[in-house]
């Protein structure tokens, strides 16, 4: 699995942002930020940081791991549509603008970056931050104060890319609901949704893909190989991203690790279908034994098992070389055991 790594200029900038207050605040801010994002959300709560010192330890702590998780997810939508290049982008719920950051380094054709952000203090911060970067883009992102329920900017227009990352967690179902209807009436190409992967965060991935769905022209990108309902059960569908942890993270935490794995749960649907089709996804990680490798794979027909015997050598080297998450574009050999 790729090891991933905050955008040089990113990091810079988040550490110049750090210097500008006590570091006792910013730590005691993530610290208690850290707390919060860990418990379970009822879409009930207040907003997750409020204040220059709060959105300084977002930065310091969750915005490293928020970054690594939408940039698999969007890894992972370029997969499936390679020669995609959109231009526009709308990012709802920006925060201080970790989305952009990754999506910008994913496709440089991007051209027009706006951001939706309720909090005043992310807004400030997000500005500072892409004062760091090189691309015109960021530099020039249209920043608007904008609270989800309540007032919007207007008129909206129609974007390539719209993105909601660690949104929908914050919200009541009614909301979620709302939000997610109006983004896929202003997308003209592809609508991102990432949340945490976490066994209480995919229900809501799993009920926006359904709503999702159930609307005009949309088509099933990633992870799903299929449009159909979504077959797990007792389970929940997340995927790793791995992390070098820069400096500043890594004081916050209070640890010594060099990485973490980041796990995110995502759903990424188009107004047009991808050019080719997918048998399935790895949705677990591959089990090796001295007799074969086990690939957990969900498809059109649900969740399966492959068996790769040892004594098919290129095919076991094959799948014991999958990672999680990895696209399974064509049907098994013959030799291979599905169960």
Known sequence: MPMLSLPEQLESA????????????????????SERYRTQR???????AHGT???????????????????????????????????????IGSGPGTALWAASERWPSLQRLTAWERESSFIELGRQLVRGSDKAALKQTNWHRATIGGKLPGPIETYDLIVLGHVLNELPEVLRQEIITLAWQHCSGVLLIVEPGTSAA????KATR???????????????????????????????????RPSFQRLAKGGSAGWEESKFSYAALARFQPRHPIWGRLIHQPHKSKRDVSLTVCRDQGIVELHV???ER??????????????IANAPDDHTTIA
Not at 75 to 83: E, L, Y
Not at 314 to 327: P, S, V
Request: aromatic residues 8%.
């Open 14 to 33: 988040i550490e110049h942002a750090l210097q500008s207050v006590p570091a006792s605040k910013w730590k005691s801010a993530a610290k208690a930020l």
């Open 202 to 205: 995919f229900p809501i991935i």
């Open 309 to 311: 015997p040892k004594s």
């Open 210 to 244: 359904a709503h999702l769905l159930g609307m005009e022209e949309a088509h099933m990108l990633a992870p799903c190989s299929h449009s159909l309902d979504c077959p797990l059960v007792d389970d929940w569908c997340h995927f790793p991203q791995r992390l070098e």
């Open 53 to 91: 010192d709060a959105a300084l330890g977002y930065a310091a702590i969750i915005m490293p791991a928020a970054y690594a998780q939408l940039s698999g997810a969007m890894a992972a939508v370029s997969a499936r549509i390679p020669d995609w290049q959109p231009t526009t982008m709308l990012d």
């Open 42 to 48: 009822t879409g009930q709560e207040s907003s997750l």
């Open 314 to 327: 290129e095919a076991f080297r094959r799948a014991a070389d999958h990672d999680w998450g990895d696209i």
